[in-house]
């Protein structure tokens, strides 16, 4: 029989609740990943020749594989890949659907995988003809549905790349009987160069939002990046990722949904992927594997951010835009909310064109994106139920809903809550029978600058890796960075109830140049925060809207204009506000490198009008699994709220008797798995009005112990007070600790005054709390605090960096090294600032190696080796603890003799005035008496060692330290 653990105390019943909520959330898991079905559905590999242009007797080879249900005839499905993929990237996708009864073909798009050819980006001469010529061969084969003779019963689906060639080929053929295009484009002009002004918006005050011209800013990174895929191997992820987090998920659903082929699908399907190199190997040169006119179409834009008017009609030749007007087939655009890519406005423009032109469009908005993942399980359901629906008559008609997905922050077992709304009809992104609602802002006017060459530029976020920086608080706050001096900001006051966003907000605003207008007007950029009661910021799906104003009056007056902001879904919790920045840089556009300034401001009486749509919230069924890993993650919290509680409520509960005494450490020990002890029953305290110096070699846990003072690790055993509080990771007393850590980092455009004041303000205290002047005069840098970092010397860094630790005049200042790298007259300078600060009356601690430094500066010391304590006390004690004496007399020749004569007295010699002995115990008073009696003047008598000495002989030259 197994032993029985017996749980007892409160950690017991901690313990408890913890494997309670484990196995709730293990049993989740289980439920949902239960109950798998073989797949019906068989595969065959086959190679189809089209042409290589039009007209041309030269053929191009297309990989292509066809999966095939059990019940033939049945309708068919034409499933290209997204860019960067090949065929593999779809096998589940198209897997799913063959197991719904379809007849599905995917194939390599020429250029990529085994398919041979270069790529045209879509081109309709070339992978949009090549698109026909596999609709044919499905109008060929005898287990698809026909409409006539040569006329396949067919739809077409695919993401990004993909979904752009569903709309392309709906445009030119015919044949084509519904769409359901995800995450794509409808110019990619625009999408690659977006702009919302055009100089009509400044010169006649006529705002046109979302308006296009060749002066577009540019999507570097995004740019820069398809560009590459092109470059090289194809991959399997085919431009979607994992799937996106849908409604009843109980964890992140890490599925790549470009990736892993079906268990029904062949051997060959099944091997394929990215490890294969493609049969179109990339020519020489700088193009890879696109032909020279899309090459050159990316180095002119690459080259200054702006593209020439044969690029704009290169991208518009290739995008949906130019075939929208033609398309009449039932057609279900599924857009993601989390992509810096292709946005909300491209599906919009889509919707638009299509419904003009007579067709039937549903609209999905759901969680994912390029940077949020593709459809999940219920979203690829959707889509195979709307095309059963418009290929066979069977199920009930989708209708034209508009459907739109909002994701919480509750998450359970590390998914977000996500819950879909359903509206009567598709609202548009801007206009049409959107709701909107105004939100009063508020801000001076504001001069903003935009450095030389464009750095340091604002950070938004990483195109395509955005959903793993929105998942984690910590990297979002990195992640998104506004420099100072470089953005506008105006906020509105916190909303009584949640605003739900559901579209593009736009707002008005005064750009006015501030110097010389640039060449190409204003460039800038504008995002909309959500922001929380304790200040933490979110920019919802990372996105911005880049804003080109060309021809600024030269005088300076201002010109109006309306920014349409990307669209978003987004709740607005009660309590939290809107902040709207408009800034002069960021990393993922193409900036302009000549510095300019502007000034901006709200248009007088102009309010943020945001959009929201109403709807029903729809759900499918109960979602077990996720209440299941939300009750896990319940109890789990709760088991986490009482430990974190009880630390509280110790780290909150102060020593009477040490509230005065900055830190006392107790028995701290802390060790690591593998036996390994970095501080082994380490005690000592610091007193007022010291300068304590912690000493010991390489491994003896000086960093180790002020890790642990600052609250970053936690003790195996033991603890450490400050001011009488115990330590405790974010403990509330380490407000009242100052510390600098070797390797500081300061803006180098900004002066140090400015970097000072940055980061104070990012510790969101008050102002006048700071005492900027009482640091800066301690740091001694007197008028150089008004110059650029970048023209400040090593040691001028290292005081602002002990001026940064000393803001709020700490109580406590924890220094590791403040002296590395400086030279002799700025190790004095330091070792004079230390000691004005102790002079205040509050405590310096300082870690170092320079131990002649340490013994000029410091007034006590503790000596630690192998994780011990070998020693502590004032220095002159540690100092003098050993036998050796130095005595400066008149008649060193006689005093030496003197001294000889006294029993145990050795090691006599003599340098200069000075007479040195080893007394072995004797008491300097006796010596001195002895050298009197024998008639030898004494000036000055003092221990001979140094804290070097001492040090060595406490932890031993050779390693071998005594206790």
Same mark, same amino acid.
């Given at each position: 029989?197994?032993?029985?653990?017996?749980?007892?105390?409160?950690?017991?019943?901690?313990?408890?609740?913890?494997?309670?909520?484990?196995?709730?959330?293990?049993?989740?898991?289980?439920?949902?990943?239960?109950?798998?079905?073989?797949?019906?559905?068989?595969?065959?590999?086959?190679?189809?020749?089209?042409?290589?242009?039009?007209?041309?007797?030269?053929?191009?080879?297309?990989?292509?594989?066809?999966?095939?249900?059990?019940?033939?005839?049945?309708?068919?499905?034409?499933?290209?890949?997204?860019?960067?993929?090949?065929?593999?990237?779809?096998?589940?996708?198209?897997?799913?659907?063959?197991?719904?009864?379809?007849?599905?073909?995917?194939?390599?798009?020429?250029?990529?995988?085994?398919?041979?050819?270069?790529?045209?980006?879509?081109?309709?001469?070339?992978?949009?003809?090549?698109?026909?010529?596999?609709?044919?061969?499905?109008?060929?084969?005898?287990?698809?549905?026909?409409?006539?003779?040569?006329?396949?019963?067919?739809?077409?689906?695919?993401?990004?790349?993909?979904?752009?060639?569903?709309? @392309?080929?709906?445009?030119?053929?015919?044949?084509?009987?519904?769409?359901?295009?995800?995450?794509?484009?409808?110019?990619?002009?625009?999408?690659?160069?977006?702009?919302?002004?055009?100089?009509?918006?400044?010169?006649?005050?006529?705002?046109?939002?979302?308006?296009?011209?060749?002066?577009?800013?540019?999507?570097?990174?995004?740019?820069?990046?398809?560009?590459?895929?092109?470059?090289?191997?194809?991959?399997?992820?085919?431009?979607?990722?994992?799937?996106?987090?849908?409604?009843?998920?109980?964890?992140?659903?890490?599925?790549?949904?470009?990736?892993?082929?079906?268990?029904?699908?062949?051997?060959?399907?099944?091997?394929?992927?990215?490890?294969? =190199?493609?049969?179109?190997?990339?020519?020489?040169?700088?193009?890879?594997?696109?032909?020279?006119?899309?090459?050159?179409?990316?180095?002119?834009?690459?080259?200054?951010?702006?593209?020439?008017?044969?690029?704009?009609?290169?991208?518009?030749?290739?995008?949906?835009?130019?075939?929208?007007?033609?398309?009449?087939?039932?057609?279900?655009?599924?857009?993601?909310?989390?992509?810096?890519?292709?946005?909300?406005?491209?599906?919009?423009?889509?919707?638009?064109?299509?419904?003009?032109?007579?067709? +039937?469009?549903?609209?999905?908005?759901?969680?994912?994106?390029?940077?949020?993942?593709?459809?999940?399980?219920?979203?690829?359901?959707?889509?195979?139920?709307?095309?059963?629906?418009?290929?066979?008559?069977?199920?009930?008609?989708?209708?034209?809903?508009?459907?739109?997905?909002?994701?919480?922050?509750?998450?359970?077992?590390?998914?977000?809550?996500?819950?879909?709304?359903?509206?009567?009809?598709?609202?548009?992104?801007?206009?049409?029978?959107?709701?909107?609602?105004?939100?009063?802002?508020?801000?001076?006017?504001?001069?903003?600058?935009?450095?030389?060459?464009?750095?340091?530029?604002?950070?938004?976020?990483?195109?395509?890796?955005?959903?793993?920086?929105?998942?984690?608080?910590?990297?979002?706050?990195?992640?998104?960075?506004?420099?100072?001096?470089?953005?506008?900001?105006?906020?509105?006051? =916190?909303?009584?109830?949640?605003?739900?966003?559901?579209?593009?907000?736009?707002?008005?605003?005064?750009?006015?140049?501030?110097?010389?207008?640039?060449?190409?007007?204003?460039?800038?950029?504008?995002?909309?925060?959500?922001?929380?009661?304790?200040?933490?910021?979110?920019?919802?799906?990372?996105?911005?809207?880049?804003?080109?104003?060309?021809?600024?009056?030269?005088?300076?007056?201002?010109?109006?204009?309306?920014?349409?902001?990307?669209?978003?879904?987004?709740?607005?919790?009660?309590?939290?506000?809107?902040?709207?920045?408009?800034?002069?840089?960021?990393?993922?556009?193409?900036?302009?490198?000549?510095?300019?300034?502007?000034?901006?401001?709200?248009?007088?009486?102009? =309010?943020?009008?945001?959009?929201?749509? =109403?709807?029903?919230?729809?759900? +499918?069924?109960?979602?077990?699994?996720?209440?299941?890993?939300?009750?896990?993650?319940?109890?789990?919290?709760?088991?986490?709220?009482?430990?974190?509680?009880?630390?509280?409520?110790?780290?909150?509960?102060?020593?009477?008797?040490?509230?005065?005494?900055?830190?006392?450490?107790?028995?701290?020990?802390?060790?690591?798995?593998?036996?390994?002890?970095?501080?082994?029953?380490?005690?000592?305290?610091?007193?007022?009005?010291?300068?304590?110096?912690?000493?010991?070699?390489?491994?003896?846990?000086?960093?180790?112990?002020?890790?642990?003072?600052?609250?970053?690790?936690?003790?195996?055993?033991?603890?450490?007070?400050?001011?009488?509080?115990?330590?405790?990771?974010?403990?509330?007393?380490?407000?009242?600790?100052?510390?600098?850590?070797?390797?500081?980092?300061?803006?180098?455009?900004? +002066?140090?005054?400015?970097?000072?004041? @940055?980061?104070?303000?990012?510790?969101?205290?008050?102002?006048?709390?700071?005492?900027?002047?009482?640091?800066?005069?301690?740091?001694?840098?007197?008028?150089?605090?008004?110059?650029?970092?970048?023209?400040?010397?090593?040691?001028?860094?290292?005081?602002?960096?002990?001026?940064?630790?000393?803001?709020?005049?700490?109580?406590?200042?924890?220094?590791?090294?403040?002296?590395?790298?400086?030279?002799?007259?700025?190790?004095?300078?330091?070792?004079?600032?230390?000691?004005?600060?102790?002079?205040?009356?509050?405590?310096?601690?300082?870690?170092?190696?320079?131990?002649?430094?340490?013994?000029?500066?410091?007034?006590?010391?503790?000596?630690?080796?192998?994780?011990?304590?070998?020693?502590?006390?004032?220095?002159?004690?540690?100092?003098?603890?050993?036998?050796?004496?130095?005595?400066?007399?008149?008649?060193?020749?006689?005093?030496?003799?003197?001294?000889?004569?006294?029993?145990?007295?050795?090691?006599?010699?003599?340098?200069?005035?000075?007479?040195?002995?080893?007394?072995?115990?004797?008491?300097?008073?006796?010596?001195?008496?002895?050298?009197?009696?024998?008639?030898?003047?004494?000036?000055?008598?003092?221990?001979?060692?140094?804290?070097?000495?001492?040090?060595?002989?406490?932890?031993?030259?050779?390693?071998?330290?005594?206790?």
């Amino acid at each position: 029989m197994p032993r029985t653990l017996e749980l007892r105390g409160r950690r017991g019943r901690l313990l408890t609740i913890y494997l309670v909520a484990a196995v709730l959330v293990a049993g989740g898991a289980v439920w949902l990943t239960s109950g798998d079905e073989p797949a019906r559905f068989h595969t065959q590999d086959a190679t189809i020749d089209v042409a290589a242009a039009p007209g041309s007797p030269d053929r191009v080879q297309l990989d292509v594989t066809l999966y095939l249900p059990e019940q033939t005839p049945a309708p068919a499905v034409l499933l290209p890949h997204g860019f960067g993929g090949d065929k593999t990237s779809v096998s589940r996708d198209a897997g799913e659907l063959a197991e719904r009864g379809f007849v599905v073909l995917t194939y390599s798009a020429r250029g990529f995988g085994h398919s041979t050819g270069q790529i045209s980006l879509n081109d309709p001469d070339y992978e949009v003809a090549d698109a026909s010529r596999l609709v044919d061969h499905l109008a060929s084969l005898p287990e698809v549905l026909k409409d006539s003779d040569g006329d396949p019963r067919v739809a077409v689906t695919g993401a990004s790349y993909g979904g752009a060639l569903a709309l @392309l080929l709906a445009g030119t053929d015919r044949r084509i009987d519904a769409i359901a295009p995800v995450i794509t484009y409808n110019d990619l002009a625009q999408a690659l160069l977006p702009n919302a002004a055009t100089r009509d918006d400044v010169q006649a005050g006529t705002p046109s939002p979302g308006a296009f011209s060749a002066d577009g800013v540019l999507k570097r990174a995004w740019a820069g990046t398809l560009f590459a895929a092109g470059l090289g191997v194809a991959s399997t992820s085919g431009g979607t990722g994992p799937d996106a987090v849908e409604a009843g998920d109980e964890v992140d659903n890490d599925d790549v949904g470009a990736g892993t082929a079906s268990a029904g699908a062949s051997a060959p399907a099944a091997a394929g992927g990215a490890q294969r =190199p493609p049969s179109s190997a990339p020519q020489p040169g700088t193009c890879g594997r696109f032909t020279q006119a899309v090459c050159a179409a990316y180095t002119d834009v690459a080259t200054d951010g702006r593209a020439s008017e044969r690029t704009i009609e290169l991208l518009r030749r290739v995008s949906p835009a130019s075939v929208t007007s033609d398309i009449t087939v039932p057609t279900l655009l599924v857009q993601g909310e989390n992509d810096t890519l292709f946005g909300l406005d491209q599906a919009d423009a889509n919707a638009r064109q299509i419904t003009e032109a007579g067709g +039937s469009v549903s609209t999905i908005w759901y969680t994912g994106g390029h940077d949020g993942g593709g459809p999940g399980p219920q979203l690829r359901g959707k889509i195979a139920d709307f095309l059963r629906f418009h290929l066979t008559g069977e199920g009930e008609d989708p209708g034209t809903p508009f459907t739109y997905d909002v994701q919480g922050a509750l998450r359970a077992n590390g998914a977000p809550s996500v819950r879909s709304v359903e509206a009567p009809a598709y609202p548009g992104l801007t206009s049409g029978t959107t709701e909107r609602r105004d939100v009063a802002l508020g801000g001076p006017e504001q001069t903003v600058v935009r450095p030389p060459g464009g750095t340091p530029a604002a950070v938004s976020g990483i195109p395509g890796l955005n959903r793993v920086v929105a998942g984690s608080s910590r990297l979002s706050g990195l992640f998104s960075v506004d420099p100072p001096g470089q953005s506008a900001v105006f906020a509105s006051q =916190p909303v009584d109830a949640q605003l739900l966003l559901a579209g593009a907000s736009t707002v008005r605003l005064r750009v006015s140049a501030d110097g010389p207008v640039p060449d190409g007007g204003a460039v800038l950029f504008a995002k909309l925060y959500d922001v929380s009661p304790d200040g933490s910021r979110t920019l919802p799906g990372s996105a911005i809207a880049p804003i080109r104003v060309p021809d600024l009056p030269a005088d300076g007056s201002p010109g109006e204009v309306t920014v349409t902001l990307p669209g978003v879904v987004r709740p607005i919790e009660a309590g939290h506000s809107l902040q709207l920045v408009v800034g002069t840089t960021d990393q993922a556009y193409a900036t302009p490198t000549e510095p300019a300034a502007f000034t901006i401001s709200l248009v007088d009486g102009s =309010p943020l009008s945001v959009p929201v749509v =109403p709807g029903e919230t729809v759900t +499918s069924g109960w979602p077990a699994g996720q209440l299941l890993g939300i009750a896990g993650a319940l109890l789990a919290a709760a088991a986490v709220a009482v430990v974190a509680a009880l630390r509280r409520k110790r780290s909150h509960k102060v020593d009477p008797e040490l509230a005065g005494t900055p830190m006392v450490i107790e028995g701290l020990t802390k060790s690591y798995p593998g036996g390994l002890t970095a501080v082994n029953d380490l005690s000592f305290r610091v007193e007022p009005g010291q300068v304590l110096g912690l000493l010991g070699p390489n491994g003896a846990g000086k960093t180790t112990t002020l890790r642990m003072l600052m609250g970053l690790i936690t003790p195996t055993k033991g603890e450490i007070r400050v001011f009488g509080y115990r330590i405790t990771p974010g403990a509330p007393v380490l407000s009242r600790i100052g510390s600098f850590v070797e390797g500081s980092g300061f803006l180098p455009h900004l +002066s140090g005054e400015a970097n000072l004041r @940055l980061y104070w303000q990012a510790t969101g205290r008050p102002e006048e709390k700071a005492h900027f002047a009482e640091a800066l005069e301690i740091a001694g840098l007197g008028d150089a605090v008004h110059r650029r970092v970048r023209t400040y010397s090593q040691g001028m860094r290292q005081r602002l960096a002990i001026a940064q630790a000393m803001l709020g005049l700490p109580e406590l200042l924890v220094l590791d090294e403040p002296t590395n790298g400086l030279d002799p007259p700025q190790i004095h300078q330091m070792r004079e600032v230390l000691r004005r600060y102790a002079a205040t009356g509050r405590t310096v601690v300082v870690s170092s190696h320079l131990l002649a430094e340490v013994e000029q500066t410091c007034t006590h010391v503790v000596v630690m080796h192998r994780g011990r304590l070998v020693a502590s006390g004032e220095v002159h004690e540690i100092v003098a603890a050993g036998g050796e004496a130095t005595f400066r007399v008149d008649n060193p020749e006689a005093a030496a003799e003197a001294l000889r004569a006294v029993g145990g007295v050795s090691g006599v010699d003599i340098e200069g005035t000075l007479v040195h002995a080893d007394l072995d115990g004797l008491a300097r008073s006796e010596a001195v008496a002895a050298l009197v009696r024998a008639g030898v003047s004494v000036e000055q008598a003092g221990p001979r060692r140094r804290l070097e000495d001492a040090f060595l002989q406490l932890v031993g030259e050779g390693g071998e330290g005594s206790s």
